[in-house]
């Protein structure tokens, strides 16, 4: 079991007593120690929608996750000069794209599943028995970047990997702090 499923489970246990017998709190706590944008992203992603720990998915953690990331894809942009800024509107068009990068690629990555077929990569009509590959994702259940152009899309691409980059290797620690 990977340390997103221990997460979810512990989220939604009844008993978070810390004894001999139970351990389910040991998850959050190695989460919130591992420490990093990791835990935030954690929270944001697997807490949302646990009707019992609304206190965990909010609104209010998904605005702090979205400000932190726009200032890492800034830091990012502007480190790996993704554009020039030499006037004040390159300046200007530079945090556009820094922030449309920022809500793009955290969006996906919070929910890549495909709308139409529900990340199954089919749809539910059959044809002579056998089921339907989805048109939207062709069969691969996750759903397309959209954006206005090849350039964002790439950067869009490479922030995505980055926030899994990030919550892998939160999740290594968190599992290094319970012992496996």
Request: charged share 20%.
């Amino acid at each position: 079991m990977g340390f997103a499923e221990k997460f979810i489970a512990s989220l939604s246990s009844q008993n978070l007593r810390d004894d001999a017998v139970h351990h389910d709190l040991d998850v959050i706590a190695a989460a919130a120690l591992a420490g990093d944008m990791g835990a935030l992203l954690c929270r944001v992603k697997y807490a949302d929608g646990t009707i019992s720990r609304l206190f965990e998915g909010n609104a209010g953690n998904l605005a702090q996750l979205l400000r932190a990331w726009t200032a890492a894809v800034t830091q990012k942009g502007r480190a790996r000069r993704w554009v020039k800024a030499n006037t004040a509107w390159d300046a200007q068009a530079a945090n556009t794209l820094y922030r449309r990068v920022a809500e793009a690629s955290l969006a996906h990555w919070l929910d890549s599943k495909c709308k139409v077929c529900h990340g199954t990569g089919v749809v539910a009509a059959m044809q002579a028995g056998a089921p339907v590959v989805c048109k939207a994702c062709h069969g691969g259940g996750e759903a397309a970047i959209s954006c206005s152009g090849g350039f964002e899309l790439e950067r869009i691409k490479d922030m995505v990997s980055e926030l899994e980059g990030i919550f892998q290797s939160h999740s290594a620690r968190a599992m290094r702090r319970l012992g496996h």
